[in-house]
């Protein structure tokens, strides 16, 4: 079974530049997370979507920070314009809508701000 | 709001000994998961154990088993024999709910270093 992929590995900006993380989950998980995981910090949910609708993004800055899930498979998260704070790992999480319950991850993009 | 602590920002252990992660959690629900994830340099996250908060037997996978008080609202993670292969941070997380899908909630981690 393929994992959750994610790209960029690795992404260095100026601020107040903008940038973008793409994530394909694994086959038939219809429910997909990002988390946001600063140094040294557990991770934090920005956002989860169901299929192609958003459950929740209370935690996601608005202002700046902007997810899609067309046609409820891959996703991508944006970030625009980038601050110093927004440093961190990017981590992409897939699960089934019912059942084990057990999220599988992907290996993160680490965005660093200049 | 759920809450995840870990009151051991670092841990060593030397090889094959026996380590304990301590991990507690505030939560007002009665149906929950709880886990034990390992995060190695690379960034993987991968899932060691998983607890059903309705299961009073503690769970158990090969050197890994946790000590799961739901009174005390604590769960720590044990691993016997440690292995070199064992280092990385360990986090707990909590998952409300037992059907459908809920966010993880987790803790600050535990960096674990394994002396050979």
């Known amino acids: 079974e393929a994992g959750v992929a994610q790209s960029p590995r690795y992404k260095i900006i100026e601020k107040r530049q903008s940038v973008a993380f793409w994530c394909n989950p694994i086959?038939?998980?219809?429910?997909l997370y990002w988390y946001q995981q600063i140094l040294g910090q557990g991770p934090k949910l920005l956002i989860q979507?169901?299929?192609?609708?958003?459950?929740?993004d209370s935690q996601l800055p608005k202002d700046r920070f902007s997810a899609e899930r067309l046609k409820g498979v891959d996703s991508t998260l944006k970030i625009q314009p980038a601050k110093l704070e927004d440093s961190a790992v990017y981590l992409c999480?897939?699960?089934?809508?019912?059942?084990?319950?057990?999220?599988?991850f992907g290996a993160g993009s680490r965005l660093t701000v200049l | 709001a759920q809450t995840v602590t870990q009151s051991q920002p670092e841990m060593s252990v030397q090889e094959a000994e026996t380590v304990t992660l301590s991990c507690t959690y505030d939560?007002?629900?009665?149906?929950?998961?709880l886990f034990w994830y390992k995060q190695p340099p690379s960034r993987q996250m991968i899932l060691v154990i998983r607890?059903?908060?309705?299961?009073?037997q503690n769970a158990t996978e090969n050197r890994f088993s946790v000590n799961f008080q739901k009174a005390a609202k604590s769960f720590s993670l044990k691993i016997s024999d440690s292995q070199l292969g064992d280092a990385a941070m360990y986090f707990c997380?909590?998952?409300?709910?037992?059907?459908?899908?809920?966010?993880?909630?987790f803790g600050k981690g535990t960096r674990l270093s394994v002396i050979a």
């Open positions: 086959s038939g998980h219809a429910t």
């Open positions: 999480a897939s699960s089934f809508e019912v059942g084990a319950n057990v999220l599988t």
């Open positions: 997380a909590y998952r409300r709910g037992l059907s459908g899908n809920t966010p993880l909630v």
């Open positions: 939560t007002s629900e009665s149906d929950y998961y």
């Open positions: 607890q059903e908060a309705y299961k009073q």
């Open positions: 979507f169901q299929n192609n609708g958003v459950v929740d």
